[in-house]
């Protein structure tokens, strides 16, 4: 039990594109999802705390016009990174919440050319 | 991660017991977790504790929790190969929302 899928795991785009990415929480609801973005060799960095039919809590510094995160329903949250750039390139990873235990998704490796 | 702290790396052999340390603040914590990140993948919840535990046993992984001190363990029994991998120490708080604070995260590396 307590399955997060994310969808795609890879993807790569071009500069000033825009590019969602789906968490779904598989054989649970969560009413709050976590978006996390991880550099190379470092720790998660939390971006967001997406909350169902609300809008979603951004952590100081995380332009939340940039990342926009929709959360429309029990099981799925999205993160859409608009007007993409290379600085974008970065591993996200979601998270969904089960009473006081988050679990993760496989992460998204997004790259912008 | 800046409040939850943990050595970068340890490396044991094949069969030794590993020991991973972590050091947290906010006394508040609810939970402590154990988590394991493989190359290219996401986290894997490996074990929790409640902060009112000192000790919690699960197979090969053993938590410990000095709550006086704030300081969090994680042994690996007869350590394999394939627990070569990066384990997260994270804290839940509940202070100002939910929110799960992870350490930098201590690579592990199992020689053969």
């Known amino acids: 039990g307590a399955v997060v899928s994310q969808h795609p795991s890879r993807v790569i785009c071009k500069s000033g594109t825009s590019v969602k990415i789906e968490c779904r929480s598989l054989?649970?609801?969560?009413?709050?999802m976590f978006w996390y973005r991880q550099f190379p060799k470092q720790s998660l960095m939390l971006m967001a705390t997406?909350?169902?039919?609300?809008?979603?809590?951004?952590e100081q510094g995380v332009e939340k016009d940039k990342f926009l995160i929709n959360h429309a329903s029990l099981t799925l949250s999205t993160l859409t990174v608009t007007s993409a750039h290379p600085e974008d390139s970065s591993f996200y990873i979601c998270?969904?919440?089960?009473?006081?235990?988050?679990?993760f998704g496989p992460g998204t490796r997004l790259t912008v050319l | 991660g800046e409040d939850v702290e943990q050595s970068l790396f340890l490396s044991v052999r094949e069969g030794d017991s590993s020991v991973i340390n972590c050091t947290y603040t906010?006394?508040?914590?609810?939970?402590l977790y154990w988590y394991k990140q493989e190359p290219g993948a996401g986290l894997q919840l490996l074990t929790y504790?409640?902060?009112?535990?000192d000790m919690k046993q699960d197979q090969r992984l053993t938590v410990l929790l000095n709550k006086k001190d704030k300081h969090l363990s994680l042994r690996i029994a007869d350590t394999q190969t394939g627990d070569s991998a990066i384990y997260f120490c994270a804290e839940s708080r509940r202070t100002g929302g939910f929110k799960t604070i992870f350490g930098a995260g201590t690579r592990l590396f199992v020689k053969a």
């Open positions: 054989d649970f609801q969560a009413t709050t």
């Open positions: 998270s969904a919440s089960l009473g006081d235990t988050q679990y």
């Open positions: 997406s909350n169902e039919g609300s809008k979603a809590t951004y």
């Open positions: 504790i409640f902060s009112n535990m």
């Open positions: 906010d006394s508040s914590s609810t939970y």
